[in-house]
């Protein structure tokens, strides 16, 4: 019997998952984070712990395992007491014990079990597919500005033999620049004349469109659009698959007697049908939460009968 594989398959639908005679596994759901660390970002995720206290038999684990292996309830209970006794003397001989899909136990100084969750398995369901991100660090470029002195005007060196034969020609060359320059700058204001007269009627035919929209609009029909109905049938995903037994009975008429009695006792008692042996189960009540379903079995037990057990159908 492959334990671990059963406990890790519950684990996804139920936050705790007993194990009679050893302990159980119990998830706590954390939403996403940032290890600030290694600049990762990690999903959602079902924390897992474990408690070593809490090993009474709930019946989740033994049903499950019973109907997947095909064994009567009371032999598979007696197989996963073994294990758990298995599981116990391992940790005191050799002080550890690890399993791929659930994490490490150790024997701590002081006897007890401590316990280290995996980190390979993110057993909520709504993460499924989703794995831990590292953000790689953003690098931006510098731009190094080199300060330089930018000469305003182009130097022109004249040697005095220049001055005697050229003459005036360095003023035309002053000219020439100066010339430059006022051309540059009407240019520059007829283009940005340009761009106003351009904007304003762009601006003006805008109006005008919207003028002509608003004016159309005034000729649509006013009169209330009737849409077709739409009927849509919901049904309920809800089915009570957690049922608590009170006994089998190989007689339909014991089981119609008990019923008879638990529901004069105010407990909402049901066939559940033949089981594989051909005995009629009948139950004390069902559940679609498994957590009310557990809650009830343990009042059940208290209570009526210490034999009571669970039966989840999923």
């Given at each position: 019997m492959d334990l671990e594989k059963y406990i890790s398959s519950l684990l996804y639908r139920y936050q705790c998952v007993v194990v009679p005679g050893f302990g159980a596994f119990l998830c706590q759901i954390k939403s996403a984070s940032l290890q600030t660390e290694s600049n990762t970002f990690l999903p959602p995720y079902k924390e897992l712990s474990f408690n070593a206290q809490l090993d009474?038999?709930?019946?989740?684990?033994?049903?499950?395992?019973?109907?997947?292996e095909g064994q009567s309830y009371e032999e598979t209970l007696e197989s996963v007491l073994t294990a758990s006794k298995h599981w116990k003397a391992s940790l005191k001989a050799e002080k550890s014990m690890d399993f791929p899909e659930l994490g490490s136990f150790r024997m701590n100084a002081e006897g007890r079990i401590a316990f280290e969750p995996t980190t390979r398995v993110n057993y909520l369901m709504s993460s499924f597919g989703l794995s831990p991100v590292i953000a790689s660090g953003v690098t931006r470029e510098v731009l190094k500005e080199e300060v330089r002195q930018i000469e305003s005007q182009i130097p022109f060196t004249i040697t005095p033999e220049a001055r005697k034969v050229k003459g005036l020609r360095p003023l035309y060359k002053y000219a020439a620049v100066i010339l430059l320059a006022v051309s540059t700058a009407l240019s520059g204001y007829s283009f940005?004349?340009?761009?106003?007269?351009?904007?304003?009627?762009?601006?003006?035919?805008?109006?005008?469109?919207?003028?002509?929209?608003?004016q159309e609009a005034t000729f649509f029909s006013t009169d209330p659009v009737i849409l077709p109905s739409v009927n849509l049938s919901i049904q309920s995903n809800t089915q009570r698959s957690h049922h608590i037994i009170a006994g089998a009975y190989r007689i339909r008429a014991n089981a119609d007697k008990r019923i008879g009695e638990l529901i004069e006792r105010g407990y909402a008692a049901e066939h559940l049908g033949q089981n594989r042996y051909g005995l009629?189960?009948?139950?004390?009540?069902?559940?679609?939460?498994?957590?009310?379903?557990?809650?009830?079995?343990?009042?059940?037990?208290?209570a009526e009968s210490p034999d009571a057990w669970l039966l989840s159908t999923e």
């Amino acid at each position: 019997m492959d334990l671990e594989k059963y406990i890790s398959s519950l684990l996804y639908r139920y936050q705790c998952v007993v194990v009679p005679g050893f302990g159980a596994f119990l998830c706590q759901i954390k939403s996403a984070s940032l290890q600030t660390e290694s600049n990762t970002f990690l999903p959602p995720y079902k924390e897992l712990s474990f408690n070593a206290q809490l090993d009474k038999n709930d019946g989740l684990l033994v049903s499950h395992i019973a109907q997947a292996e095909g064994q009567s309830y009371e032999e598979t209970l007696e197989s996963v007491l073994t294990a758990s006794k298995h599981w116990k003397a391992s940790l005191k001989a050799e002080k550890s014990m690890d399993f791929p899909e659930l994490g490490s136990f150790r024997m701590n100084a002081e006897g007890r079990i401590a316990f280290e969750p995996t980190t390979r398995v993110n057993y909520l369901m709504s993460s499924f597919g989703l794995s831990p991100v590292i953000a790689s660090g953003v690098t931006r470029e510098v731009l190094k500005e080199e300060v330089r002195q930018i000469e305003s005007q182009i130097p022109f060196t004249i040697t005095p033999e220049a001055r005697k034969v050229k003459g005036l020609r360095p003023l035309y060359k002053y000219a020439a620049v100066i010339l430059l320059a006022v051309s540059t700058a009407l240019s520059g204001y007829s283009f940005y004349r340009q761009g106003i007269e351009s904007t304003a009627i762009v601006y003006e035919e805008a109006q005008k469109e919207v003028s002509r929209s608003i004016q159309e609009a005034t000729f649509f029909s006013t009169d209330p659009v009737i849409l077709p109905s739409v009927n849509l049938s919901i049904q309920s995903n809800t089915q009570r698959s957690h049922h608590i037994i009170a006994g089998a009975y190989r007689i339909r008429a014991n089981a119609d007697k008990r019923i008879g009695e638990l529901i004069e006792r105010g407990y909402a008692a049901e066939h559940l049908g033949q089981n594989r042996y051909g005995l009629f189960q009948v139950s004390y009540a069902s559940f679609a939460d498994p957590e009310e379903a557990l809650k009830a079995l343990k009042e059940i037990r208290r209570a009526e009968s210490p034999d009571a057990w669970l039966l989840s159908t999923e």
